[in-house]
T-cell receptor
Framework: AQKITQTQPGMFVQEKEAVTLDCTYD???????LFWYKQPSSGEMIFLIYQGSYDEQNATEGRYSLNFQKARKSANLVISASQLGDSAMYFCAMRERNAGNNRKLIWGLGTSLAVNP | GAVVSQHPSRVICKSGTSVKIECRSLDFQATTMFWYRQFPKQSLMLMAT?????????EQGVEKDKFLINHASLTLSTLTVTSAHPEDSSFYIC??????????????FGAGTRLSVL
C-alpha cells in the first residue's frame, strides 16, 4: 500500500540557517508524484513544491528544494536561509495510484518547524 | 495565480442548523475539487471528491446526507453540513485542481473554515 512517513514531529532551526525535513514514501508504482505543503497557524495549506518520479532534476522553488533520492524512496524538503515566517506545519504528500479525476493525495502526519530568532 | 477562495473563514452556529461553505477557484478552472476535514494537530482527512456536473465521491465513513456537496460550475463547489451537531465542529478545508493539471494532481487550497457548533 502507498504510504508517506514523516518521522520528525517537531524541528527547530535558527534563523538564516538551512533545515531539512524528512519524508519517506512507499509505493510499487513507477510513475508517481511527491508534494510538499506548508500550513501556518492560520490554517491555509500552501503548495510549495512538486517532484515527479521521472523528473531528472531535483525540484527547486526559491528557497525550497526537494532532495529526491529514488533508490532510498525519500523526498526531503530543504529550506535554505530560514526565516521567522517559515514557522509552520509541513506536510509531505504523494499522488495516489489511480487513473481518472478522483486521484487523491496520500498525506504524511506533518512536521512542525519552529524558526528561532 | 492558482488562488482558491473559501468562505466563510469561521462560523458559529446552533445545533440543528445547516451551514454552507463555498470554495471558489478565482483564476483557473477546476474540474475537480476536494473537501477535507482536519482535527487539531492532525493531518488532512479527505471527505469527498467533487467533480463538476456530477455527484461527489465520498470517502468511506463520510455520511453523504450529512455533508452535501455540489459542484455546479468549473469554479465553485459548496459543502453543506446539514443539521450540524457539536461533533461536527472542526476545520474544513477545500482544494481545487487545475483542469489541465489533472495528471500531476497539484491541489491548491482555500484558507479553511473553522466550524463551531454550540
Amino acid at each position: 500500500a502507498q504510504k508517506i512517513t514523516q518521522t520528525q514531529p517537531g524541528m527547530f532551526v535558527q534563523e538564516k540557517e538551512a533545515v531539512t525535513l524528512d519524508c519517506t514514501y512507499d509505493t510499487s508504482d513507477q510513475s508517481y508524484g511527491l508534494f510538499w505543503y506548508k500550513q501556518p497557524s492560520s490554517g491555509e495549506m500552501i503548495f510549495l513544491i512538486y517532484q515527479g518520479s521521472y523528473d531528472e532534476q531535483n525540484a527547486t522553488e526559491g528557497r525550497y528544494s526537494l532532495n529526491f533520492q529514488k533508490a532510498r524512496k525519500s523526498a526531503n524538503l530543504v529550506i535554505s536561509a530560514s526565516q521567522l515566517g517559515d514557522s509552520a506545519m509541513y506536510f509531505c504528500a504523494m499522488r495516489e495510484r489511480n487513473a481518472g479525476n478522483n486521484r487523491k493525495l496520500i498525506w504524511g502526519l506533518g512536521t512542525s518547524l519552529a524558526v528561532n530568532p | 495565480g492558482a488562488v482558491v477562495s473559501q468562505h466563510p473563514s469561521r462560523v458559529i452556529c446552533k445545533s440543528g442548523t445547516s451551514v454552507k461553505i463555498e470554495c471558489r477557484s478565482l483564476d483557473f478552472q477546476a474540474t475537480t475539487m476536494f473537501w477535507y476535514r482536519q482535527f487539531p494537530k492532525q493531518s488532512l482527512m479527505l471527505m469527498a471528491t467533487s467533480n463538476e456536473g456530477s455527484k461527489a465521491t465520498y470517502e468511506q465513513g463520510v455520511e453523504k446526507d450529512k455533508f452535501l456537496i455540489n459542484h455546479a460550475s468549473l469554479t465553485l463547489s459548496t459543502l453543506t453540513v446539514t443539521s450540524a451537531h457539536p461533533e461536527d465542529s472542526s476545520f474544513y478545508i477545500c482544494s481545487a485542481r487545475m483542469s489541465e493539471q489533472w495528471a500531476k494532481n497539484i491541489q491548491y487550497f482555500g484558507a479553511g473554515t473553522r466550524l463551531s457548533v454550540l
